[in-house]
């Protein structure tokens, strides 16, 4: 009796896996219904009111790149690039900013909410949260120094929000690589795609709670994780302690936090990735190994496909012609 539920529970759980990735599949648009042109006679400064704001963040506090490149992504995952993830809980809506990925660690809404007043003011009704997060992400890989792209615009901003897609498609740090691997294909992404936007981890900072698994007990056994280098690791120990000290910040790419480089790949090579699913590109699987090592010592090769992979990422089911809306303010629906 048992064994036959549980034979139940297995078709299923697979039914329902098959079954998404069918529904996922037809909502990736690989481009199309977004172009760089969209607000030229409608709001020709949009693009240029976007960098200005996001260009004085950036000088007043350098993270900030890091933050707003990865709000993007953290939007595009969730039922597509939408912002939804810029919503705020209220009435029947529950914020994505409340799900693991992004308590306690997802930040720059300011910025965002700055950026759409002045657009507001400039031309009202017109420019999407959505674009903004796209141009913003764009924005602030140049002022690190990464690789500039066109942005491909018109998305329209969601009617809500969704706290379980935020959960479960975004990979968490300590997934498996097929996870991970699983979890880009459902949104059209590829092992290319998965390896150049991963670079986005030269800059910006990682919470000691997003990697202490690897310091002390990694697969449950009681052992470290020995893929990442011991030398590394001691210094991690200092300041992410077994218990204690969650959300003691450090660098994802010690050796250049700030700047836009390839030192993150060449760090993996070292074994001084810093997160699991950093390193894990290296070790688990030869595809994406080759990729870490042909970046790591071709910048140029890891910039080219990292700017490709953010107009794919950018593309990501947006809303388009009358669906969804204009809001006026990113945190809430207008009505
Ligand atoms: C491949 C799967 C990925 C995983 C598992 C992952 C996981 C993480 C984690 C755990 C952090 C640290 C969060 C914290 O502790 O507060 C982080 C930070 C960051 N991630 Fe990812 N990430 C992935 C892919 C990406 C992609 C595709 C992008 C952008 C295109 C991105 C951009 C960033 C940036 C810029 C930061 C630093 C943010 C800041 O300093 O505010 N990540 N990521
Ligand atoms: C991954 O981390 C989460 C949160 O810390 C934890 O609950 C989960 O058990 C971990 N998964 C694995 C496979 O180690
Ligand atoms: C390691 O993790 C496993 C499973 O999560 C747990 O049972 C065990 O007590 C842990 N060992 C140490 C030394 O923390």
């Known amino acids: 009796m048992a064994l036959i539920s549980m034979k139940f529970i297995m078709v299923a759980l697979l039914a329902t896996v098959i079954l998404t990735t069918l529904c996922n599949a037809g909502k990736v648009y690989t481009g199309g219904y977004l ?6 006679h409608s709001c020709p400064k949009a693009s240029e009111i976007v960098n200005s704001i996001v260009a004085k963040a950036v000088t007043k506090e350098p993270r900030m790149a890091a933050s707003l490149l990865r709000l993007h992504f953290h939007d595009c995952f969730v039922k597509g690039c939408d912002a939804s993830v810029l919503l705020d809980s209220s009435g029947t809506i529950i914020s994505e900013k409340r799900s693991n990925p992004n308590r306690n660690s997802a930040r720059g ?3 965002i909410d700055e950026i759409k007043s002045a657009l507001e003011k400039e031309c009202p009704n017109t420019v999407s949260c959505a674009d903004i997060l796209a141009l913003a992400a764009r924005d602030s890989t140049v002022l690190a120094g990464g690789p500039s792209w066109e942005v491909p615009l018109g998305r329209r901003d969601s009617l809500g929000a ?3 897609g935020s959960n479960h498609n975004i990979p968490a740090p300590n ?3 097929p996870t991970i691997i699983t979890k880009f294909k459902l949104k059209g992404l590829d092992l290319v795609d998965l390896v150049a936007l991963s670079g986005s981890h030269t800059i ?4 000691c709670t997003s990697f202490r698994q690897r310091l002390y007990n990694q697969t449950g056994n009681g052992l470290p994780d020995f893929t990442l280098n011991q030398v590394y690791a001691n210094e991690l120990r200092q300041r992410c302690p077994r218990s204690g000290g969650d959300q003691n910040l450090f660098p994802l790419d010690f050796v250049s936090p700030t700047k836009f480089d390839n030192h993150y790949y060449i760090n ?4 001084n990735g810093l997160l699991s699913s950093d390193e894990i590109l290296l070790t688990k699987n030869s595809v994406t190994m080759e990729l870490v090592k042909q970046y790591a010592v071709n910048n140029g090769l890891f910039f ?6 953010m107009v794919k990422m950018g593309n990501i089911a947006p809303l388009t012609g009358s669906k969804g809306e204009i809001r006026k303010i990113c945190r809430r629906v207008n009505h």
């Not at 080219?304 to 992979?309: G, L, T, Y």
Request: charged share 20%.
């Open 35 to 40: 172009y760089p042109q969209f607000y030229d």
């Open 109 to 111: 809404f300011e910025v």
């Open 162 to 164: 969704s706290i379980s």
């Open 175 to 177: 997934d498996t690589l």
């Open 204 to 207: 910006g900072q990682s919470r």
């Open 268 to 271: 993996i090579v070292a074994g």
């Open 304 to 309: 080219d496909h990292f700017a490709k992979s």
